[in-house]
């Protein structure tokens, strides 16, 4: 099981990159920058691969919707050319909130232009003259929705590899069961194991059914905060707002992914009343209503026993790359982390 950790692009960025290296001594694999309504992501990874030499990087997740897919194939390549082949491009649909309220773009088929961008990438990266014809993007432009100048072109540079991975962040049936048959890695939110059969099974196996041969084993990429030690149930509350936000305030009444998510997990009651409260305005009590199985379940938080426990469960359930926020005080204490995980994870 490979250890990855999320670093978040707010204060302190540059002090988290100095302590990348011992990071990386302790075990840690490779490291991912999201991208919301925040600094870019790309401008962070290229920092993060100029000041390090043998991790890992990742984006998680570029959203589709704000760049071309040619756009995205070439700045995945550059960045899989400044880190020497350590990249891997994490894409994702990200939701309306975001993509229409931030960016100005309509939400539309972020399936179909999940599936076209993938293809995209590789006939870039491939350096194929780029022909593409879909029902979300036409590469060239027709050119009766244009000059009529556009011709195929294909990538100048010669990449670092023409077959740069690619992770998809998806939680919905039909969004799950495409990504477990185009892409390399697969990345779930609020990854909880004992239901991941229940929930994803059946999209996971049609999806597989379908996979291209010359794909490795499909990764998946599940998240926990980490904290090893007894009496941590201050630790355990304070993932309450994150989830609150996601359960309750990503998205309108009805079209929260999130929370739709939870009512799959079997917490229909509890994710009714979250959402309630928080688009009313009531944060905290809607945080209050997370229930603790949940944020046990889907964290790493508690004795080394616990914690060993709840990694066995994780690899039961098919995980194979864990990304974990260490709950430390100082990079010594987050270094220690990763390596008790790290450790917990070979005997689990």
């Known amino acids: ?42 401008s962070q990874l290229g920092f993060i691969a100029a000041r390090t030499e043998r991790l890992e990087i990742a984006s998680g997740i570029l959203q ?16 899989d050319f400044v880190s020497d082949g350590r990249f891997t491009l994490g894409i994702g649909a990200s939701g309306p909130q975001v993509i229409e309220g931030f960016h100005g773009v309509p939400y539309q088929a972020p399936l179909g232009r999940t599936r076209e961008i993938v293809e995209v990438c590789r006939k870039v990266w491939r350096r194929e003259k780029l022909v593409h014809e879909g ?52 990345e779930p939110i609020f990854y909880l194991p004992e239901k991941a059969h229940e ?47 996601y359960i309750g305030g990503m998205g309108a009444k009805g079209k929260n992914f999130y929370n739709n998510l939870a009512r799959r997990y ?21 945080a209050a209503e997370v229930p603790r199985e949940l944020l046990e379940r889907t964290s790493l938080i508690g ?6 426990e709840r990694l066995a469960a994780l690899k039961e359930s098919g995980v194979t790359t864990l990304n974990v926020h260490a709950l430390g005080r100082d990079a010594a204490e987050r270094a220690r982390l990763i390596e008790q995980v790290k450790q917990l994870a070979v005997d689990a």
């Open 303 to 308: 004795p080394p026993g616990h914690v060993k």
């Open 64 to 79: 589709i919707y704000t760049r071309t897919p040619s756009l995205t194939a070439m700045t995945a390549a550059g960045l």
């Open 135 to 186: 029902k979300n993007y036409s590469i060239p432009l027709p050119a009766e929705q244009g000059t009529g100048l556009g011709k195929p072109l294909k990538l100048i540079n010669h990449p670092v590899r023409e077959r740069i991975p690619v992770m998809v962040a998806a939680i919905g049936p039909k969004n799950v069961a495409m990504v477990a048959e185009i892409a390399e890695s697969w």
């Open 199 to 245: 929930v994803w099974g059946e999209p996971l196996a049609a999806g597989k059914a379908k996979r291209d041969a010359s794909l490795p084993e499909l990764d998946v990429v599940a998240q926990a905060p980490l904290a090893i030690g007894d009496g941590l149930d201050d630790l355990l509350d304070a993932a309450r707002p994150n989830l609150a936000l």
């Open 1 to 42: 099981m490979r250890i990855g950790m999320p670093l978040n692009y707010s204060g302190g960025f540059k002090e988290t990159v100095d302590d990348l290296a011992t990071y990386e001594k302790a075990g840690l694999d490779i490291v991912y920058v999201p991208e919301a309504y925040s600094f870019d992501a790309v």
């Open 266 to 286: 079997g917490y229909e009651a509890e994710a009714e009343r979250i959402q309630e409260l928080y688009l009313d305005g009531k944060k905290d009590e809607a």
